[in-house]
């Protein structure tokens, strides 16, 4: 019995939900998606995903995001971090001093 065992690629976390509104119906909730959507279609803005969310105290709360494909994440510098290196030009042995 072989299994193939497939590996998805890692995606990256994209740019956090933007919370709209809270609903009552879930019926509310799809036609503020739908407001959404047609708002974004008359601004350009196509790139955009929405999302329903139920929340223990049973409204719905709608959110939005620009979709991770279309924005770019700045790449951090790893340079930050000085605290406790030390001076790489100076040598080990200081030859001065043992004069």
């Not at 799809?30 to 350009?44: A, D, H, Q, Y």
């Not at 709360?61 to 510098?77: G, S």
């Not at 340079?79 to 042995?93: H, L, Q, V």
Request: charged content about 35%; glycine content about 6%.
């Amino acid at each position: 019995m072989s299994e193939e065992i497939q590996q998805n690629p890692t995606q990256k976390p994209g740019p956090k939900w933007t919370q709209d509104r809270s609903y009552d119906s879930y019926q509310d909730a799809t036609t503020r998606v739908t407001e959404l959507n047609k708002m974004w279609e008359e601004k350009g803005q196509q790139n955009m995903q929405t999302k329903i969310r139920r929340r223990s105290s049973g409204c719905f709360l709608v959110k939005f995001r620009k979709d991770p494909i279309f924005t770019e994440q700045e790449k951090k510098n790893g340079n930050n971090s000085r605290k406790n290196k030390r001076n790489p030009k100076a040598g080990k042995f200081d030859a001065q001093a043992s004069i």
